[in-house]
């Protein structure tokens, strides 16, 4: 059993040169914690039987088979064709045996790096990681006003995953800095992610030479030669359901994949419209078309390490609208992480996606229900843990935050119950005897930190004194708790030569992009 407290006081800092002002910073630095990668030891739930994932199988390879998957760009169809795959202009069928001989390269566990390699993390196997929310145009800011967000948002947002001991990764766009123009703006974001924290990232996917400039600034960071070869970055990729890889997403897959960087193949379905009004009708076409996704990737570099991946919400038969911690979303991730298992493939699934408004309590309600699916269907990569508001269109502070603390629960949570004291608390009870209290004893002394989940924002006491202090709700005492991080935030340190180059990049790019797209 990891303990929780003493994790929490772990320190984390790389520098490349000693003493003076870049000592100072180090010394800083290792005052933010950072838990290590997530080993479950709990068990995963089986919701249905093998057979029943047998069939889910089965008939995921006949879509593939029979009524096949469009890839839609002229290289991946001659590399499907070469393969020895049914391709008909976009339009490829792919045989059972050539699909899973090419899942089988995928390896089932590897390391992501980090710029601080002691906030490097391991995916894959009875490992989870933490990542916070991505894309949001939207933020509900420090003064509760929803509104679009900019890059000094998006700079707060990746201080924020910083410092939140319980995150793994600083993600990259939890919000759009919507001020800067496209062709420019992943420049910003990757730039903001590598320099406000020294933890993993993701990538950018919306053009091939957007994920080429994440690869050169990689580069900047980890070094050419290192990036060849090892994971320092997971970008998403987005299946168009039904059953359509499009050009933009195999663009980018390429460029990351010949990198051996992990990319997520993750279909974006929206059950009862992109899919059948099923939850086990969407499962098979949700797998048909991740499967495919992965099995392209072996062929752009056999052995590179990708991540099984779907986001699967059901959407609102009276408005059409997404709907988030729904109980049929937390089933299809029970069968998505037996399909995982199956193939033996990393995986990924989101934790506290909702489609409540503000940080109440039916955002509570959806987190919970997804979480626990998340935690027991066995999930590796857990994203969009921290901020998600409105069915990902709005990044929220003081949701950030307070997910931040939840997360520390469900850490500890996943680690199963421990044993280790169980002998001296025994032992307690025989020292109190009847009528008395544990709160002097030694082994109380000794646990009282540890023992228990002690969240500093949820508020247990009385009525009285949460009156005294103002009355304050969840999402108010989030708002300053993320004003209060923000105002203790001190930077990761950073060589100057590598933030110099990393800036030189990016004016120089600037300068080479055009302002506006087409």
């Known amino acids: 059993m990891v303990d929780i407290d003493h994790l929490s006081k772990q320190v984390s800092a790389t520098g490349r040169r000693g003493g003076g002002r870049e000592a100072r910073r180090q010394a800083r630095a290792k005052a933010v914690p950072s838990f290590a990668t997530l080993e479950r030891r709990i068990p995963v739930y089986e919701m249905v039987p093998d057979e029943a994932i047998e069939r889910i199988h089965d008939a995921s390879c006949k879509i593939l088979e029979e009524v096949g998957i469009d890839f839609r760009d002229d290289e991946a169809a001659a590399m499907w064709k070469r393969a020895g795959a049914d391709v008909?202009?976009?339009?490829?069928?792919?045989?059972?045996?050539?699909?899973?001989?090419?899942i089988a390269k995928v390896p089932p566990e590897f390391t992501l790096h980090a710029r601080n390699g002691e906030r490097s993390v391991r995916v894959g196997?009875?490992?989870s990681v933490f990542v916070p929310m991505y894309g949001a145009p939207y933020v509900r800011d420090l003064d509760n006003k929803r509104r679009y967000g900019t890059l000094q948002d998006l700079n707060n947002f990746h201080k924020l995953a910083y410092m939140t001991p319980a995150l793994h990764s600083?993600?990259?766009?939890?919000?759009?800095?919507?001020?800067?123009?496209?062709?420019k703006r992943h420049l910003h974001i990757i730039h903001s992610a590598l320099t406000h924290s020294d933890k993993p990232f993701m990538g950018i996917v919306t053009a091939r030479e957007r994920a080429e400039d994440v690869m050169a600034m990689a580069g900047i960071v980890f070094g050419d030669d290192f990036v060849k070869d090892n994971p320092v970055v997971v970008a998403i990729t987005n299946c168009n359901s039904p059953l359509v890889w499009d050009a933009t997403m195999l663009d980018a897959m390429k460029v990351y994949a010949r990198h051996n960087q992990p990319v997520i193949l993750a279909p974006f379905a929206l059950c009862g419209a992109s899919t059948s009004a099923s939850s086990v009708g969407a499962v098979a076409q949700v797998n048909a078309e991740a499967l495919a996704g992965v099995a392209f990737t072996q062929l752009i570099r056999p052995g590179s390490p990708q991540l099984y991946g779907q986001f699967m919400v059901t959407v609102d038969m009276k408005s059409g609208a997404p709907m988030g911690g729904t109980p049929?979303?937390?089933?299809?991730?029970?069968?998505?992480?037996?399909?995982?298992?199956k193939y033996k493939l990393p995986w990924r699934t989101s934790g506290f996606h909702v489609g409540s408004k503000l940080n109440d309590a039916q955002a509570g309600y959806e987190a919970n229900m997804l979480m626990h699916a998340a935690i027991l269907s066995g999930a590796n990569y857990i994203w969009h843990v921290a901020g998600w508001l409105e069915a990902g269109l709005v990044a929220g502070y003081s949701k950030f935050v307070t997910d931040g603390e939840q997360l520390v629960a469900w850490y500890k949570y996943a680690?199963?119950?421990s044993f280790e004291d169980f002998t001296e608390a025994m032992a307690a009870v025989r020292e109190v005897g009847p009528q008395g209290h544990f709160l002097g004893t030694q082994h109380t002394l000794e646990h009282f930190e540890s023992a228990f989940f002690m969240p500093e924002l949820m508020d247990f006491n009385s009525f009285e004194q949460w009156s005294a202090e103002g009355a304050k709700d969840l999402d108010t005492r989030g708002r300053e708790k993320a004003k209060a991080m923000l105002a203790a935030y001190e930077p990761p340190p950073m060589d100057e030569g590598m933030a110099q180059a990393l800036r030189e990049f990016v004016a120089r790019r600037e300068r080479e992009l055009p302002d506006s797209v087409g």
């Open 88 to 102: 008909d202009g976009y339009r490829v069928r792919i045989d059972r045996g050539l699909l899973m001989d090419l």
């Open 328 to 341: 049929e979303a937390a089933q299809m991730m029970f069968l998505m992480g037996a399909l995982a298992r």
């Open 170 to 183: 600083t993600s990259s766009i939890i919000c759009e800095p919507m001020e800067i123009s496209v062709p």
């Open 125 to 127: 196997g009875r490992n």
């Open 415 to 417: 680690q199963g119950v």
